[in-house]
Every structure is written in C-alpha cells, then in structure tokens.
C-alpha cells in the first residue's frame, strides 16, 4: 500500500520520499527510496525526513515488539524450554507527531480486526496525528497480501471518507485525491 501511495503522490506532482523496510516490490519511478532494515533505522531516517515535508503517511506495519537480547550466534538446544523477553519498538508516527508543526498533515494507517472505526478514531487521538486510514484486516478480502482494499479515512474533526473497495493503486490515487482536496481547504 505504500509503495502504490508513493506512486500515486508522485503522479499527482508531489516530490516523494519513500522510506521502507525489505519488501519485494520495484521501486517507484521519480521516487527517493531509503531502504530500512530496523525500526530505529525508519524512525532515524523519517525524523530526518520530517521538517521540511508537507505530508507524512506512515503505512509501515511496524512491529510493536522486539527482542530485548540479541544473539549474534545460534543458540543451541539444550532441551530445556527457552523465554523470549521482549521490549517495545518506539512509536515512529507519535514521536514525529511530538515535534510536528500545525501545517504539516499527518496521516497513519489503523489496520483492525474489529470495531474498525472505534479502534482506528482512538489511534488518531493517541498518536496526535490528524487522519487515520482504517482497514479491515480480517477475512479473505483483508488488505494484508490482497491486491484490493478498502478504507475509511476518518480525520478528528469528524471528516469521513470510504475508498474503494479497489485495487491498491487505485485505493491510493483516491487517497492522494482526498488529500489534496484537505489541504486546499482552510482549516482543518
Ligand atoms: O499502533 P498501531 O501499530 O496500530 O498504529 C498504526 C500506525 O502507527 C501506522 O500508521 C504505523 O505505520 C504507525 N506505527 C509507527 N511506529 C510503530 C508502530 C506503528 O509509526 N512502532
């Protein structure tokens, strides 16, 4: 999805910096692409991306976890059991959101499988962002690996919009389209 938004934005004359982890897409053309392995990596990268961008959307599935140890070796069985301890990822969207300026529109992803709106209206409050893009992950016709989606963009100020259901790039120039139209009116 955000390499379809990458091209999507691209195509409506934005100039783009597309920040992702090890996928196996082509990169869009006329694109800037930071390749990423880590979250501290994207975090990094974005944060230095930020202050002069109009617009950040941030549809990196994240994980919200990692190992607190890492083994630079195999680990050996020994035939007892083994304990992972894990430690939080740092949020990328609300640390950015922390430094933002009131000009910049700043967009996040809400992948759901349940009381998609609900769920998704709260993640738009938590992480101080102005619009949320909600998705079913769900079911057959779920986004993740599905060559069609379906959204809603749901904005704090109660600004509501589906999308699609659709192929990705389509899902993504109506996105773009949507969010060209914000950005022309006056307030938001
Ligand atoms: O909290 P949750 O992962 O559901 O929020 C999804 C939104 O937050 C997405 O826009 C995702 O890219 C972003 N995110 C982030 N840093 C994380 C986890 C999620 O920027 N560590």
């Known amino acids: 999805m955000g390499f379809a938004i990458a091209a999507a934005a691209k195509a409506a004359g934005w100039t783009v910096d597309l ?6 897409l082509p990169e869009p053309a006329g694109v800037m692409l930071y390749p990423v392995v880590t979250a501290d ?7 230095a991306l930020f202050g ?23 680990l050996k069985k020994d035939g007892a059991g083994l304990t992972v301890e894990f430690e939080p990822v740092p949020d990328i969207l609300a640390t950015l959101a922390q430094r933002r300026r009131a000009d910049q529109l700043l967009v996040g992803f809400a ?14 409050d938590r992480k101080g962002i102005d619009l949320v893009a909600a998705n079913s992950v769900a079911g057959p016709d779920g986004a993740f690996g599905n060559e069609l989606n379906r ?18 790039t389509v899902v993504a120039q ?15």
Do not use: Y
């Not at 599935?61 to 190992?67: E, I, L, T």
């Not at 992948?111 to 738009?124: C, G, M, P, Q």
């Not at 809603?152 to 192929?167: E, H, S, V, W």
């Open 111 to 124: 992948a759901e499988t349940e009381n998609i709106e609900a769920n998704a209206l709260a993640k738009l």
């Open 41 to 47: 990596e994207m975090l990094r990268q974005t944060d």
């Open 19 to 24: 920040v992702s982890g090890p996928v196996a």
């Open 151 to 168: 959204l809603i963009l749901l904005g704090r100020d109660g600004f509501r919009q589906a999308l699609g259901p659709a192929t990705k």
């Open 52 to 74: 002069p961008c109009d617009v950040l959307i941030m549809t990196a599935a994240v994980s919200d976890w990692r190992p607190k140890v890492m083994h630079p070796q195999k």
């Open 174 to 188: 109506q996105l773009i389209a949507a969010l060209v139209a914000r950005l022309a009116a006056p307030a938001r």
